[in-house]
């Protein structure tokens, strides 16, 4: 019987292999962090997952769920031309806008695997300052000259914007500000997304901070800010130490199954 106000969803772990589960499992805990960490908007952004071994499936929300309600189970499976081909035990459907951008980046950038959009507070502010992200910080140093920043067209819902959104964000970048509006995140992996839009987030926090205080900004040297990204990008020990947010995922899913366990339903 169901509880009230909770919804319950029919489990398809025994009609997914396991590396689609366990990509499942691990989309569901990034809308859960989304929501923990004040980053998220009601039922509202969206946050899409490539579907290992099937470079042209990916993983999306159900539009109509607050994101502490996000399960595993919950998730659409769909193509990149926008077919559902494994549909959750739901009524709800997916959000155009949301399948629009974001199967934009997938297709477009295949080194991508998780795609992130919200609209968090500080980020959306600094969306609508000329300057965008100032390298005022560590945090924002890290986002040196790779941040791309796309014009608001008003509500992304047509396929002309599509090759505009992907040429604005370019090959390298994994960041995009979408003025006026919020943001768009890439990550090689969905622990990647969430580490960058946690970090861009509080760089941008930090930032406002700056601007409220009315003093004076100090700046380091540019070289100083291009050595800090390099580091943070190839990893402060050599190559494979980058800082991809591989270390504190397990402790976040710790902190998830400790708290609310029903993510991985
Ligand atoms: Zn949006």
Redesign the pocket.
């Known amino acids: 019987m169901n509880k009230p106000g909770i919804i319950q969803f029919k489990p398809v772990r025994d009609q997914v292999d396991e590396a689609e589960w366990k990509m499942r499992v691990d989309l569901a805990a990034c809308y859960r962090l989304m929501a923990r960490y004040g980053m998220s908007d009601m039922i509202y952004?969206h946050i899409t997952a490539r579907v290992p071994g099937s470079p042209d499936h990916i993983l999306i929300n159900a539009y109509g769920l607050m994101y502490p309600e996000i399960k595993a189970s919950s998730l659409y499976k769909i193509d990149l031309a926008g077919n559902v081909v494994l549909r959750p035990d739901t009524s709800y459907g997916i959000n155009n806008?949301g399948y629009l951008i974001h199967s934009t980046v997938h297709q477009g950038r295949p080194d991508i695997h998780c795609v992130l959009?919200n609209?968090a507070r500080a980020s959306t502010a600094v969306s609508a300052m000329k300057s965008g992200l100032l390298p005022l910080t560590q945090t924002a140093m890290r986002f040196y000259d790779r941040v791309s920043y796309h014009d608001y067209q008003a509500v992304a819902l047509f396929d002309e914007e599509r090759p505009v959104l992907l040429r604005d964000l370019g090959p390298i970048n994994k960041v995009m500000v979408?003025r006026n509006?919020?943001m768009l995140y890439c990550g090689t992996s969905i622990a990647d997304a969430f580490n960058i839009a946690y970090f861009f987030e509080n760089a941008c926090r930090i930032q406002i901070d700056v601007m409220q205080a009315g003093a004076e900004p100090y700046y380091p040297p540019r070289e100083v800010m291009l050595r800090t990204r390099d580091i943070f990008e190839n990893g402060p020990n050599g190559p494979g130490t980058a800082m991809s947010g591989e270390l504190e995922w397990p402790a976040l899913l710790r902190m998830l199954d400790r708290d609310e366990p029903s993510y991985k339903d």
């Open positions: 952004n806008a959009h609209h979408l509006h919020g």
